[in-house]
């Protein structure tokens, strides 16, 4: 009996293989269901078939109709992709311009600060030198006020006491301002 059923579902695989290479239109199911409604007659369930077969015939056509549609779309979808392409494209060039001003600008840039940067460092180099003038110019007036008894940069001693004693030493205070006055001026600020 196991012996039946199983040459009997072999048989109906091979009259569903049969029908399906005749009629390839026709969805799985339906023929399916035509080998139960005719009890796997092969003569009854062709012509069956047959007759189902035009209903699937349209259904084809608007297949085809969809597939010439969306081959359409996907003609249309890739030119445009080509276009953004090429824009892209033309993009990168722009920005890879911009990029290499840039880069030359901030290299011109670079390059101007260095000359200003050299110029300020021989300003600043200037300003020292007459500001050491000025300051060897003012030890001296100190010693000439203190007779020579405070050295600078001493503060152990009262300083006071040395300018109080040696008043008839100290000079008019309008000429020793006139002459750091005077000293300042020669001192380029810029």
């Known amino acids: 009996m196991a012996e ?68 359409e779309q996907l003609l249309k ?24 001003n840039l880069k030359r600008q901030e290299i011109r840039v670079q390059g101007h600060s260095a000359k200003v940067v050299h110029v300020e460092v021989k300003q600043l180099e200037h300003d020292i030198h007459s500001l050491r003038g000025l300051c060897d110019n003012m030890s001296k007036k100190v010693t000439n006020l203190t007779g020579g008894k405070v050295p600078l940069g001493e503060t152990s001693i009262n300083f006071e006491n040395y300018l109080s004693q040696q008043s008839h030493a100290v000079p008019d205070t309008q000429d020793a301002s006139s002459d750091m006055s005077s000293g300042l001026h020669n001192v380029d600020v810029n």
């Open 77 to 100: 979808l890739d030119k445009e992709l080509r276009q953004e392409r090429v824009d892209m494209y033309a993009m990168r060039s722009d920005v890879q311009q911009l990029e290499n």
């Open 4 to 71: 039946l059923g199983h040459n009997y579902n072999i048989q109906c695989m091979k009259l569903f293989q049969e029908l399906k290479t005749s009629f390839p239109s026709v969805p799985d199911e339906v023929v399916r269901q035509c080998m139960k409604q005719n009890r796997n007659d092969k003569g009854k369930c062709k012509e069956d078939l047959s007759k189902e077969s035009q209903n699937y015939f349209v259904g084809r056509y608007k297949n085809r109709a969809l597939l010439s549609h969306q081959m």
